[in-house]
């Protein structure tokens, strides 16, 4: 009788464990504890989100934020390598205000002094970066927390309602991200939205590549193509002047595979407002989907990264903020020039700038922006 309650008690126990481990969820394969991004922000719930393809490509993301929090790919010599930057936490996300792979809005990049003018009305927004409005102000969607609905084992849908009057914008605005990871290992991203009011849009995702898999390294043995004749200068507050400027002669040329590093601090006054690269290109490809708009390559690792879109502009920031106060996913210090955000997007600045493709949306009327982040291997 005392081996059966004890065989009884054992069976029990395992079966606790059995469940335990199940609500705690498994390691992902970059490494990630699906329990410690389980938690309430601002009264939500926040989880984590797993894409895989056939070819064993992972991409973990969080609602909160809509965050990339990992992307797992093949080197040349078939290694898998996380190679976005990011937090082991949500506690971490919370704690230290970050863009890292975050889906930005309501709009993208910056907005001149917090000010624009809709339809006649005067609207005043955060000012949260040398007196502009940037990416939405203090409290964008990147630290709110979207609903999440897996649809697939490769596809996840996130919404958010961003209310009327949330960080000055007007309108009710219902937004979507789709995140899928194709099979031929490309993380897919649209972007849909409808208001309520005349308002402006732009979003984009803000993921830190580090192609090397290792943030330990910096960005400047990258080869980086942009499809651009032209880019918008910026001010020593890096707000863009109005200007399109040709980079032809110019260190903003990237027309031809050119090192991230060979020219970054050169004596050129774009690059002393800047503090490196973090501009916008204007790009030739004029919203063909199906022409890559710029490239980044790692020639350590192989790891090429093609990205896609329907929008006019990309911003290219070089990590030239990072500075050794952070400390991301097992437990490496992230120094300056650790990355290269490459963010699909409308030009800066253009609710005050009518002469550029416009960011209005009115309603009645969808919100579609579109961006591929598409991964191979040159061996």
Not at 170 to 182: A, E, H, Q, R
Request: charged fraction near 20%.
């Amino acid at each position: 009788m005392n081996r059966i309650m004890i065989l009884l008690a054992g069976l029990v126990l395992l079966a606790s464990a059995c469940t335990s481990s199940k609500q705690a969820g498994e390691a992902t394969a970059s490494g990630l504890n699906p329990a410690d991004f389980r938690t309430e922000v601002d009264g939500k719930q926040t989880d984590l989100f797993v894409l895989k393809n056939k070819n064993g490509m992972e991409v973990c993301i969080t609602n909160f934020g809509g965050r990339i929090l990992s992307v797992m790919v093949p080197d040349k010599d078939g290694v898998m390598r996380d190679v976005v930057l990011g937090f082991d936490s949500i506690q971490d996300y919370v704690k230290y205000p970050s863009d890292f792979g975050a889906s930005i809005g309501r709009y993208a990049n910056r907005i001149n002094q917090g000010k624009m003018t809709i339809e006649g009305v005067d609207y005043q927004l955060p000012q949260n970066n040398f007196g502009h409005c940037l990416h939405g102000g203090p409290r964008g969607f990147q630290y709110q927390v979207y609903d999440g609905h897996q649809l697939s084992d490769q596809v996840l849908e996130l919404t958010y309602l961003s209310k009327d009057g949330e960080e000055g914008f007007p309108g009710n605005l219902n937004c979507k991200v789709t995140f899928s990871l194709t099979d031929d290992n490309a993380i897919d991203i649209r972007y849909s939205a409808e208001t309520d009011r005349t308002t402006v849009v732009n979003m984009t995702n803000h993921s830190y590549f580090n192609l090397d898999g290792d943030p330990s390294k910096t960005n400047s043995d990258y080869l980086l193509t942009i499809d651009a004749d032209a880019y918008t200068p910026v001010d020593s507050t890096f707000m863009t002047t109005g200007e399109i400027a040709p980079v032809e002669g110019t260190d903003m040329d990237f027309r031809t595979p050119t090192a991230v590093g060979a020219r970054i601090d050169n004596d050129f006054i774009q690059l002393k407002n800047g503090l490196g690269y973090d501009h916008n290109w204007v790009l030739n490809t004029q919203g063909d989907i199906t022409r890559p708009c710029a490239t980044l390559e790692s020639p350590a690792t192989g790891i090429v990264l093609d990205v896609y879109t329907n929008e006019p502009g990309i911003q290219v920031y070089a990590g030239n903020f990072l500075d050794g106060t952070l400390t991301g996913k097992k437990g490496i210090v992230y120094n300056k020039r650790a990355s290269v955000c490459l963010e699909t997007q409308k030009f800066p600045d253009t609710p005050n700038k009518p002469e550029w493709p416009s960011a209005l949306l009115k309603p009645g009327e969808k919100y579609d922006s579109h961006c591929i982040y598409r991964f191979s291997v040159k061996k």
